[in-house]
Nanobody, 121 residues
Framework: QVQLVESGGGLVQAGGSLRLSCAAS????????MGWYRQAPGNQRELVAV???????NYADSVNGRFTIFRDNSKNTVYLQMNSLKADDTDVYYC???????????????WGQGTQVTVSS
């Protein structure tokens, strides 16, 4: 069993900040890449940011310079610091972790439950 639990979403005015958290737990040996995605109604889920096990990061052009992804490996947790938020950032945000699981459990990508971020103008 592997579970990812997200927190930190909410309502914020344009120009404000939020920090999302995603904690993985369960039968985990190690975690490779971790990332954040977002999805608006009627749209496909799109990549926001990803961080490798070695700490390398990549960002979507739409958030580059405003968002920062980082991780705490001792807690199996990934964060997304969102600054200078815009109305277009309004979406449901999902975390993802590429998990190497323990015996009898499947390895591969796992998803958080999603957390709503709403930016008002």
């Amino acid at each position: 069993q592997v579970q990812l639990v997200e927190s930190g979403g909410g309502l914020v005015q344009a120009g404000g900040s939020l920090r999302l958290s995603c904690a993985a737990s369960g039968s985990i040996v190690s975690i490779k890449d971790m990332g954040w995605y977002r999805q608006a109604p009627g749209n496909q889920r799109e990549l926001v940011a990803v961080i490798t096990s070695g700490g390398s990061t990549n960002y979507a052009d739409s958030v580059n310079g405003r968002f920062t992804i980082f991780r705490d490996n001792s807690k199996n947790t990934v964060y997304l610091q969102m600054n200078s938020l815009k109305a277009d950032d309004t979406d449901v945000y999902y975390c993802n972790a590429d998990v190497v699981a323990g015996p009898f459990w499947p390895s591969g990508p796992y998803w958080g439950q999603g957390t709503q971020v709403t930016v008002s103008s």
